[in-house]
């Protein structure tokens, strides 16, 4: 669910973005916001730890010494997209996902999880009490612009288990009293 949110953000700023572009010569840059489509994920309660783009772009550098990351607000329509990017020594981004419909896809992920045996049931309990996650995508997602059509080319290629995305996953875990996803091979990588 949050993937098509995501998707429906990208689509309406494509479509505003054509919409513009009909009557000019050139059109305008495409905002840089990563990949809709999220490579892992931090689920946590936002009751335990309040976060936004500048507090996890601090937990994210202060996570490794080669970790460079930083927090950035992207215009986005009429709105401002604030995410957090990270250039070194992978590069990605993360965005918090807090939408109200989370909790029950959330709930949902548990349901799943139970029925596959995947978590111990403190964990199961846990789970089901999250209401956010930190959605880690990547960060090279190509926009091809022509006069007849805008293409965004969402992709994960962000690889959850290279070890400096592991690290600031692990950190980002503990920060949050959270449980951690990975959305490529569908496994949990919660310690």
Not at 23 to 47: C, E, H, L, M
Not at 144 to 162: Q, R
């Amino acid at each position: 669910m949050a993937e098509w949110i995501i998707v429906a953000g990208v689509s309406l700023t494509v479509f505003a973005v054509w919409w513009w572009a009909r009557g000019t010569k050139q059109p305008p840059p495409f905002p840089d916001i990563g990949s809709p489509i999220a490579s892992a994920r931090v689920i946590y309660n936002t009751s335990d730890i309040s976060l936004d783009n500048k507090k996890i772009a601090e937990l994210i550098n202060q996570s490794t010494s080669e970790t460079v990351a930083r927090a950035e607000d992207v215009p986005l329509l009429n709105t401002v997209f604030p995410l957090v990017r990270v250039t070194a020594p992978v590069s990605y981004v993360v965005v918090v996902n807090d939408h109200q419909d989370v909790a029950e896809e959330l709930k949902e992920l548990a349901d799943a999880a139970e029925k596959e045996n995947q978590l111990p049931k403190e964990l199961l309990d846990k789970l089901r009490r999250c209401n956010a996650s930190l959605d880690l995508s990547s960060a090279n997602s190509p926009v091809k612009m022509t006069s007849k059509a805008i293409v965004v080319e969402a992709k994960t290629d962000l690889d959850p288990t290279s070890p400096p995305v592991l690290k600031v996953i692990q950190a980002l875990e503990t920060a949050t009293h959270g449980l951690s996803f990975n959305c490529v091979d569908g496994k949990w990588l919660t310690r």
